[in-house]
Structure formats: C-alpha cells, structure tokens
C-alpha cells in the first residue's frame, strides 16, 4: 500500500503518514490501532505490544514547557522544516524578533492577557529562534514584509530602532533573505491575508501553507493549494524590493527612530 493509500483510508493527510513512517513525528496509541486496523493486523498480541511501545515512545515537545501555547501544531512543523517563506503585513515576523518587541507585540494584540502568560508566550517565540541562531539551522529562511511592518511604532522608538537594525544584522546571514515591498507598489496580493510556506527535508513529506488565525490556524496540503500560494508568494517576490534594497530601506527607518 502507498502513503497515500493509507492516508485516504484513515482520512488524513499523506504528510501525517510519511512524517509516522519515518519516525518524525510521535504517534499516538489511536494511530496504532487504526493503523493495525487498515494493515490487517489481528494479533491482539502483537497489536498490544505496538500500543505499548507507542505509549513509552510519546515524548512531549520542548514548548508544551510553556503550557497554554495555542500554535504548539505549528511550531512542531517549524521545528522539523527545511526552509520557510513568509510573508507578514503587520509584524516582524516571530523567528526575528528583539525580546522588546516581542513582549509588545504580544501585550498589544492580546490585551487580556496575563504579565506572567505574556512572558511565557515571549520565551516560547525566542526558544524558537534557535532554528536562526542554533545548530539545527534552517537551510532557508525567505521573508517578505510590507512597508508597514517598518513604520508600525510597535513598543516605542527604541525598541523599534533595535528591532530593525537586527533585522539588517541577521539579513546579512547567508540563509536568510529579507525583502520588502514599498509603498510605492501600490496594491500587491499579499494584502489579503499573511501566510507562511513549509518544506521539509523528506521529498514525500507535503509543504504545508499556514494561516495563523486568532480562535484557530489553518493548514493547507493539497498540491493545487501549495502550487497557487507559491505562486503567489513569486508574485510577491517580484514586486518587493532586492535583498539590498530592501536592507538599505530598513536601515534608513532604523535611524529615523534614533532621531
């Protein structure tokens, strides 16, 4: 039987097979006894052991440390990606973020929240940075941001300016390139919504198109929706300043926040 045979039978994606298949992603004891269920496996002994060794083997990840994280599927995927395209409108996006604007990105769209549960959310953002500055370095990091993101004075002018001069700091870095698309363009497909492209080391493992809602996230798989968001981000490609333009451009709103 095919990954995607399997996956059609147990109504899941083909990722979620191959990633089980190849021991990186935990599965659970459901997974095992449905999979038991479509492999034909009737020896309840043999099928009582897998389910053991499936209960021992479940390892939480590093962020469930952190307790009320409500995008713990996503940062599984950041965590396993090869490479990642984004595209943000209104905030630097959350891998390249200071502490300081971390903390006032978290505290101004989430205004209910808890100093103590603001904090935590903030540790987790920067844990995740270790895909920037760790050994497990993402092979590929391609970021494309609206002028917006660069006048937006999220946390005050300091905190502004240090954000934006580590952005052309860690622009510099040979995995990661950075643009950015001027006003000037005028309108550009990226204003209908913020959106991110994960790849994945395993050629049989989907890309994966994330949204980040605010009550829920949404993941898309399908061939014909990866292909038209990667279209899509090459539009926005296109219309966004070079690396080098754009580096200068974040530069020149750096300093202006200095004054």
Same mark, same amino acid.
């Given at each position: 039987?095919?990954?995607?045979?399997v996956?059609?039978?147990l109504?899941?994606?083909?990722?979620?097979?191959?990633?089980?298949?190849?021991?990186?992603?935990?599965?659970?004891?459901?997974d095992?006894?449905? *999979?038991?269920? @479509?492999?034909?496996?009737?020896?309840?002994?043999? /099928?009582? #052991?897998?389910? $053991?060794?499936?209960? +021992?083997?479940r390892?939480?990840?590093w962020?469930?440390?952190?307790?009320?994280?409500?995008?713990?599927?996503?940062i599984?995927?950041?965590?396993?990606?090869?490479s990642?395209?984004?595209?943000?409108?209104?905030?630097?996006?959350?891998?390249?973020?200071?502490?300081?604007?971390?903390?006032?990105?978290?505290?101004?769209?989430?205004?209910?929240t808890?100093?103590?549960?603001?904090k935590?959310?903030?540790?987790?953002?920067l844990?995740?940075?270790?895909?920037?500055?760790?050994?497990?370095q993402?092979?590929? *990091?391609?970021? @494309?941001?609206?002028?917006?993101?660069?006048t937006? /004075?999220? #946390?005050?002018p $300091?905190?502004?300016? +240090?954000?934006?001069f580590?952005?052309?700091?860690?622009?510099?870095?040979?995995?990661?390139n950075l643009?950015?698309?001027?006003?000037?363009?005028?309108?550009?497909?990226?204003?209908?919504?913020?959106?991110?492209?994960?790849?994945?080391?395993?050629?049989?493992?989907?890309?994966?198109?994330?949204?980040?809602?605010?009550t829920?996230?949404?993941?898309?798989?399908?061939?014909?929706?990866?292909?038209?968001?990667?279209?899509?981000?090459?539009?926005?490609?296109?219309?966004?300043?070079?690396?080098?333009?754009?580096?200068s451009?974040?530069?020149?709103?750096?300093?202006?926040?200095?004054?």
């Amino acid at each position: 039987m095919t990954a995607e045979e399997v996956a059609g039978r147990l109504m899941v994606s083909q990722s979620k097979i191959s990633r089980l298949e190849n021991g990186r992603r935990s599965i659970s004891q459901r997974d095992v006894r449905d *999979l038991c269920d @479509v492999y034909e496996v009737d020896d309840e002994r043999v /099928r009582a #052991g897998l389910m $053991e060794m499936a209960r +021992e083997s479940r390892q939480r990840g590093w962020w469930h440390e952190f307790g009320d994280i409500p995008y713990s599927v996503y940062i599984g995927l950041e965590a396993e990606a090869s490479s990642i395209r984004a595209y943000e409108s209104s905030f630097v996006p959350g891998l390249l973020q200071t502490r300081a604007y971390a903390e006032a990105v978290v505290a101004g769209t989430q205004p209910d929240t808890e100093p103590s549960a603001i904090k935590r959310r903030v540790d987790v953002r920067l844990k995740r940075q270790h895909r920037i500055y760790g050994e497990d370095q993402l092979g590929s *990091l391609w970021v @494309v941001i609206d002028e917006a993101v660069l006048t937006r /004075r999220v #946390g005050g002018p $300091e905190v502004m300016a +240090e954000q934006l001069f580590q952005l052309v700091e860690l622009g510099e870095r040979p995995n990661i390139n950075l643009q950015v698309i001027p006003f000037s363009h005028g309108a550009h497909p990226g204003m209908t919504g913020t959106f991110s492209l994960m790849e994945f080391p395993e050629s049989a493992d989907s890309t994966v198109v994330y949204f980040e809602g605010v009550t829920s996230d949404l993941y898309l798989e399908k061939d014909a929706d990866v292909r038209r968001y990667t279209n899509l981000y090459d539009h926005l490609r296109a219309a966004a300043l070079s690396v080098a333009e754009s580096r200068s451009l974040i530069h020149s709103y750096g300093e202006g926040f200095m004054k």
